[in-house]
C-alpha cells in the first residue's frame, strides 16, 4: 500500500479495498522501520493517528465519501497541533505544544485526514538543506549521504521514500520547491495569500506561504483543494474563490505559451540540469505547447534582495522567543538581561543566529534606506518584470535548482555557496506568485526539477501542465532503491 498516491488511496477506500486503519497501520510501521535511516520526522503520533483513522472509516461507514477522507499525511513541524509538538526543530520551541490547531492543519483534518506525526526541517525553516536542525540532519533517501533539500527537507525525504503520500510544507524563498526537485517529488508554493498562514510560525512574514509535497501533480490538486481558501484570522489572506483544481489537470496544452527566461541558462547552471530541461521543452512541445525567449533583468539582484528582506522579517519575527513566557530558558539568569541573552544564545541555532543578526543590522537606524528600502525597490522591479512576461506568455518554465543535492556537510562553512542555490525559486517569493517543481529526469542517480511559475492565482495551470507532463513521462514513477 505505501505505493499508492493520493488519488490512488482516495480510489482504494472509496472502492473499500482497505480501510484507513488498515492503511495508517501498514504506514507507521513502515515509519518505525525505515525512519530512523532518514530522520524525517520529529514527533511519530502513532495513537492520533489510530483514532483519526478509525473515525475517518466511521465516516465513510455513514456514507460520506470525500477524496482526502482517511488519507494519512504529516505536517511539517511548524505547523501548530493541538496538544502535540510544534518545534520549528529548535532548541527554542523543544518542549512547546500549542493549544490550538494552525488553519492548515484544521482544514485537512476536516477533510478527513489522518496525521501521522510532525516532520523534521531547517531550524525556524532557514536552510537549504536540512542540516540546520536541532534533531540532527535529514538524508535524502535517493543517497543517504546527501542533503534532501530544505527547509522542508522532511517533509520530502518521507515522501520520497513512500513513508506516506503526502505532507505539508512551507516555502518562504524554495523550501517547497527545492526539496521537491532533490527528491524527485511534485511541490507547490500557492500564491501569496492563497493559504491561510494562521498557527504556522512565522520565519519572513511577507515572504512565506504553506503548500502540498506529493508524488504528482494530481495529488497537489486534492491537497491545494482542502487547503485554500479566505481566512478571516490572517490578515493576509486573500477573500479569492478556489476554483475546483482536479476538474482541470487535463486540460489541452494546444496553443499554450511557456515562456523561458535567457538569464536561467547562466554559467552557474548544472549542464546536465539544463539538458534535462531542452529535453522537458521538447515533450511540452509535443503536447502543443508554444516556446518563447523571455527575459527577467532584474533576477541577478534576487539574492541580494532576498537576504536582506527575509532576514529583517526573522529579526523581528524572532524577537518573541526571549525566554519569558513560553520556549527555552536559561538556567539560574543573574537578570533580565542575563535571561535575554543566554535564553536566545543557547536555544537558537548558528543559521538562526545569524540571520538574526543580519536582519536586525539591515533594520538599524542609518542602514534601513542603505539596505532594507532598497532590497523592497529591487523586489518591486522583480515583480514587475514577471508582469511585463505576462503579458506574453502563459506560464514560465526552467529548472528549479542550479544543481542536483549536495552531500550532507559540503557547503556547512560557506552559507553563501547554500544561499546561491535559491537564485531560481526565490524570485516567486518576492513577487508573491505561485510556482511548482515537478521531476523531470537524473543526474548521476540525484533527481532533478523542473519549476514552472504562473500569474496570481494561476496554480489550477501550472497543475495542468505538470499533469498533462506527467501522463507521457514516468520521472515522477520512480522510487529510492531499498525504500
Given at each position: 500500500?505505501?505505493?499508492?498516491?493520493?488519488?490512488?488511496i482516495a480510489r482504494?477506500?472509496?472502492?473499500?479495498?482497505?480501510s484507513s486503519e488498515?492503511?495508517?497501520?501498514?504506514?507507521?510501521?513502515?515509519?518505525?522501520?525505515?525512519?530512523?535511516?532518514?530522520?524525517?520526522?520529529?514527533?511519530?503520533?502513532?495513537?492520533?493517528?489510530?483514532?483519526?483513522?478509525?473515525?475517518?472509516?466511521?465516516?465513510?461507514?455513514?456514507?460520506?465519501?470525500?477524496?482526502?477522507?482517511?488519507?494519512?499525511?504529516?505536517?511539517?513541524?511548524?505547523?501548530?497541533?493541538?496538544?502535540?509538538?510544534?518545534?520549528?526543530?529548535?532548541?527554542?520551541?523543544?518542549?512547546?505544544?500549542?493549544?490550538?490547531?494552525?488553519?492548515?492543519?484544521?482544514?485537512?483534518?476536516?477533510?478527513?485526514?489522518?496525521?501521522?506525526?510532525?516532520?523534521?526541517?531547517?531550524?525556524?525553516?532557514?536552510?537549504?538543506?536540512?542540516?540546520?536542525?536541532?534533531?540532527?540532519?535529514?538524508?535524502?533517501?535517493?543517497?543517504?549521504?546527501?542533503?534532501?533539500?530544505?527547509?522542508?527537507?522532511?517533509?520530502?525525504?518521507?515522501?520520497?521514500?513512500?513513508?506516506?503520500?503526502?505532507?505539508?510544507?512551507?516555502?518562504?524563498?524554495?523550501?517547497?520547491?527545492?526539496?521537491?526537485?532533490?527528491?524527485?517529488?511534485?511541490?507547490?508554493?500557492?500564491?501569496?495569500?492563497?493559504?491561510?498562514?494562521?498557527?504556522?510560525?512565522?520565519?519572513?512574514?511577507?515572504?512565506?506561504?504553506?503548500?502540498?509535497?506529493?508524488?504528482?501533480?494530481?495529488?497537489?490538486?486534492?491537497?491545494?483543494?482542502?487547503?485554500?481558501?479566505?481566512?478571516?484570522?490572517?490578515?493576509?489572506?486573500?477573500?479569492?474563490?478556489?476554483?475546483?483544481?482536479?476538474?482541470?489537470?487535463?486540460?489541452?496544452?494546444?496553443?499554450?505559451?511557456?515562456?523561458?527566461?535567457?538569464?536561467?541558462?547562466?554559467?552557474?547552471?548544472?549542464?546536465?540540469?539544463?539538458?534535462?530541461?531542452?529535453?522537458?521543452?521538447?515533450?511540452?512541445?509535443?503536447?502543443?505547447?508554444?516556446?518563447?525567449?523571455?527575459?527577467?533583468?532584474?533576477?541577478?539582484?534576487?539574492?541580494?534582495?532576498?537576504?536582506?528582506?527575509?532576514?529583517?522579517?526573522?529579526?523581528?519575527?524572532?524577537?518573541r522567543f526571549d525566554?519569558?513566557?513560553?520556549?527555552?530558558?536559561?538556567?539560574?539568569?543573574?537578570?533580565?538581561?542575563?535571561?535575554?541573552?543566554?535564553?536566545?544564545?543557547?536555544?537558537?541555532?548558528?543559521?538562526?543566529?545569524?540571520?538574526?543578526?543580519?536582519?536586525?543590522?539591515?533594520?538599524?537606524?542609518?542602514?534601513?534606506?542603505?539596505?532594507?528600502?532598497?532590497?523592497?525597490?529591487?523586489?518591486?522591479?522583480?515583480?514587475?518584470?514577471?508582469?511585463?512576461?505576462?503579458?506574453?506568455?502563459?506560464?514560465?518554465?526552467?529548472?528549479?535548482?542550479?544543481?542536483?543535492?549536495?552531500?550532507?556537510?559540503?557547503?556547512?562553512?560557506?552559507?553563501?555557496?547554500?544561499?546561491?542555490?535559491?537564485?531560481?525559486?526565490?524570485?516567486?517569493?518576492?513577487?508573491?506568485?505561485?510556482?511548482?517543481?515537478?521531476?523531470?529526469?537524473?543526474?548521476?542517480?540525484?533527481?532533478?526539477?523542473?519549476?514552472?511559475?504562473?500569474?496570481?492565482?494561476?496554480?489550477?495551470?501550472?497543475?495542468?501542465?505538470?499533469?498533462?507532463?506527467?501522463?507521457?513521462?514516468?520521472?515522477?514513477?520512480?522510487?529510492?532503491?531499498?525504500?
Amino acid at each position: 500500500m505505501h505505493q499508492l498516491t493520493l488519488a490512488e488511496i482516495a480510489r482504494g477506500l472509496s472502492a473499500k479495498q482497505f480501510s484507513s486503519e488498515e492503511l495508517t497501520r501498514a504506514l507507521l510501521a513502515r515509519i518505525e522501520a525505515l525512519g530512523p535511516r532518514l530522520n524525517a520526522f520529529i514527533t511519530v503520533t502513532e495513537d492520533h493517528a489510530i483514532e483519526q483513522a478509525r473515525a475517518a472509516d466511521a465516516r465513510r461507514a455513514a456514507g460520506e465519501n470525500g477524496p482526502l477522507l482517511g488519507a494519512p499525511l504529516a505536517h511539517k513541524d511548524l505547523f501548530c497541533t493541538r496538544g502535540i509538538r510544534t518545534s520549528c526543530a529548535s532548541r527554542m520551541l523543544d518542549n512547546f505544544q500549542a493549544p490550538y490547531d494552525a488553519t492548515v492543519v484544521e482544514k485537512l483534518a476536516a477533510a478527513g485526514t489522518v496525521t501521522l506525526g510532525k516532520t523534521n526541517m531547517d531550524e525556524f525553516a532557514m536552510g537549504s538543506a536540512n542540516e540546520n536542525s536541532h534533531y540532527g540532519p535529514v538524508r535524502n533517501p535517493w543517497q543517504l549521504d546527501h542533503v534532501p533539500g530544505g527547509s522542508s527537507g522532511g517533509s520530502a525525504a518521507a515522501v520520497a521514500a513512500r513513508l506516506l503520500p503526502a505532507t505539508t510544507g512551507t516555502d518562504t524563498g524554495g523550501s517547497i520547491r527545492q526539496p521537491a526537485a532533490f527528491t524527485n517529488l511534485t511541490g507547490l508554493k500557492p500564491t501569496y495569500g492563497r493559504v491561510s498562514r494562521w498557527g504556522m510560525v512565522a520565519y519572513a512574514s511577507s515572504l512565506d506561504q504553506a503548500g502540498p509535497l506529493a508524488r504528482t501533480a494530481e495529488d497537489c490538486a486534492l491537497m491545494l483543494q482542502a487547503m485554500a481558501g479566505f481566512d478571516p484570522k490572517d490578515s493576509t489572506s486573500i477573500d479569492e474563490a478556489v476554483p475546483d483544481y482536479s476538474a482541470t489537470l487535463n486540460d489541452s496544452l494546444q496553443g499554450l505559451r511557456i515562456g523561458v527566461p535567457r538569464e536561467y541558462f547562466g554559467a552557474g547552471l548544472d549542464p546536465r540540469i539544463a539538458e534535462r530541461v531542452e529535453a522537458c521543452i521538447a515533450e511540452l512541445e509535443k503536447l502543443g505547447a508554444v516556446i518563447k525567449p523571455i527575459s527577467l533583468p532584474n533576477m541577478q539582484h534576487a539574492i541580494p534582495a532576498y537576504y536582506v528582506i527575509a532576514p529583517a522579517e526573522a529579526s523581528s519575527n524572532l524577537s518573541r522567543f526571549d525566554g519569558v513566557r513560553f520556549g527555552y530558558r536559561c538556567e539560574n539568569p543573574l537578570d533580565l538581561t542575563d535571561l535575554y541573552k543566554r535564553s536566545r544564545g543557547e536555544g537558537f541555532g548558528p543559521e538562526v543566529q545569524r540571520r538574526i543578526m543580519v536582519g536586525t543590522y539591515a533594520l538599524s537606524a542609518g542602514y534601513y534606506d542603505a539596505y532594507y528600502l532598497k532590497a523592497q525597490r529591487i523586489r518591486r522591479l522583480i515583480k514587475n518584470d514577471f508582469m511585463a512576461a505576462f503579458q506574453e506568455v502563459d506560464v514560465i518554465l526552467g529548472p528549479t535548482t542550479p544543481n542536483p543535492a549536495w552531500k550532507l556537510g559540503a557547503k556547512n562553512n560557506d552559507p553563501v555557496a547554500a544561499y546561491l542555490e535559491d537564485v531560481y525559486t526565490i524570485t516567486a517569493n518576492l513577487a508573491g506568485l505561485p510556482g511548482l517543481s515537478m521531476p523531470m529526469g537524473f543526474a548521476d542517480g540525484l533527481p532533478v526539477g523542473a519549476q514552472l511559475l504562473a500569474p496570481y492565482f494561476q496554480e489550477g495551470r501550472l497543475l495542468n501542465v505538470a499533469h498533462r507532463y506527467q501522463q507521457v513521462t514516468d520521472w515522477h514513477r520512480q522510487s529510492p532503491e531499498g525504500f
